[in-house]
């Protein structure tokens, strides 16, 4: 026989609940941090990738006209990313306040439960 929570057993329960849902959301932050860790190493690479293609297309110039030829299709490249990091990096914090919103809505709602 399954015997009935008493009023006094209540807040156990819905701490275990609550505790229940933060270990959901610090699952789901540490994924999402994760996720972002691997996009930024990548990206780093990418640019260490670009100061090296920059080094060896400089090296191979003849002349002054060219090698700022060269330097400017750069920067273009490099703002080119830097937009992108902007961007990514807006969406990768959208991404954690809507976790962090949505786990703090779903707890409140259990709550008032």
């Not at 009023?7 to 270990?23: E, N, R, T």
């Not at 990313?81 to 914090?93: H, S, V, Y």
């Amino acid at each position: 026989m399954v015997s009935k929570p008493t009023d006094a057993a209540a807040p156990f329960l819905k701490l275990g609940s609550q505790q229940g849902a933060m270990l959901k959301m610090q699952k789901e932050l540490l994924d999402a941090y994760e996720q972002a860790s691997r996009t930024w190493f990548t990206r780093v690479k990418s640019e260490a990738d670009l100061w090296s293609d920059l080094a060896n297309k400089l090296a191979a110039t003849r002349s002054v006209p060219e090698a700022l030829s060269v330097y400017q299709q750069y920067v273009a490249e490099r703002m080119q990313l830097a937009a992108g990091d902007t961007r990514r990096m807006l969406e990768e914090c959208q991404k954690i306040v809507e976790k962090i919103t949505n786990s703090l809505s779903s707890e409140g709602s259990t709550t008032n439960s």
